[in-house]
């Protein structure tokens, strides 16, 4: 099955790059079409149209509101992935009528063979002559992401519990690091072990059945300094916070 990316943005190469297949890929910005090319070992081409002839499966890597743009150049599609944000199935299947649509909602990690995808499942089911096209996109996901199906109602949750998370948990570690120098460390040693400390707390977190707090409680002792490190946590608002950006997320998507 070959892959062609229309759009050779961040979340596209991530994507392509995890699947580490040569795709072929357009972006108007050649540049970002021929980096990925380079690096997939694939090939940049000069339009979205002959994206679309040449691929099996056209992936769409642009931004949504460039949707109906995009799909006049693609429009010789003869499948379509979706990664874009907030487009539903049916405004996919307008914008391509009568072709096989995947809807997907990916994260970054995907680059580094640790991402999740979720992908949409209309209320009505996969139709019988979407299966194949499905399926053999499903296996290509397999080798980056922990694969979900979900019903496409909650595809806009599901962008708000990890589509965005690399971004939230950069930004705790970042905020760590910034704490961490204030008392003497360097960045560089900070960074890293906040990166293996965040590698670690998944891990267990997995291994424990994802019970966050039996986690929480294994490093929490009465009065210890975890339990007051999470009370000025608490006092600093970060539960409500947590769930004002998950409400935003949502709203946006
Ligand atoms: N980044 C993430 O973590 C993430 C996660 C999940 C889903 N997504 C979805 O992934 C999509 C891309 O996001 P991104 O963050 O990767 O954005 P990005 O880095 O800006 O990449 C989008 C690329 O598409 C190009 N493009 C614009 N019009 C096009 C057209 N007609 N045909 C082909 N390419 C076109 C853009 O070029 P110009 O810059 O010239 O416009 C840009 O290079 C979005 O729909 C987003 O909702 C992103």
Redesign the pocket.
């Given at each position: 099955m070959r892959l062609g990316f229309?759009?050779?943005?961040?979340?596209?190469s991530a994507l392509a790059r995890g699947i580490g297949e040569p795709v072929l890929c357009?972006?108007?910005?050649a540049e970002?079409a021929r980096a990925l090319a380079e690096e997939t070992g694939g090939e940049a081409v000069p339009d979205?149209r002959t994206l679309a002839e040449r691929a099996d499966v056209v992936v769409l890597?642009?931004?949504?509101g460039?949707l109906e743009?995009?799909a006049r150049?693609?429009g010789a599609a003869k499948a379509v992935v979706s990664?874009?944000?907030?487009v539903g199935t049916e405004a996919l299947r307008a914008a391509y009528p009568g072709r096989p649509v995947v809807r997907l909602?990916?994260?970054?990690p995907a680059g580094v063979g640790k991402g999740v995808i979720a992908v949409a499942v209309e209320p009505g089911g996969v139709p019988a002559d979407e299966r194949e096209v499905r399926e053999g996109v499903l296996a290509l996901l397999c080798r980056c992401a922990e694969v979900v199906e979900l019903p496409e109602a909650q595809m806009a949750a599901a962008?708000a519990v990890f589509?965005?998370l690399?971004a939230y948990v950069s930004l705790f570690a970042e905020a760590t690091v910034d704490a961490a120098v204030r008392h003497g460390m360097s960045p560089q040693d900070a960074g890293r072990m906040v990166a293996a400390g965040i590698e670690g707390s998944a891990a267990l977190l997995a291994a424990q059945g994802h019970d966050t707090l039996a986690v929480r409680r294994g490093v929490t002792s009465p009065g210890g300094s975890t339990a007051r490190g999470l009370r000025a946590l608490d006092r600093g608002g970060l539960r409500e916070a947590v769930q004002d950006a998950f409400d935003a997320v949502v709203d946006a998507s």
């Open positions: 229309l759009g050779s943005g961040n979340m596209a357009y972006d108007p910005v970002r979205g890597g642009h931004k949504p460039q743009d995009a150049e693609a990664i874009l944000g907030g909602m990916p994260n970054t962008t589509g965005v690399p």
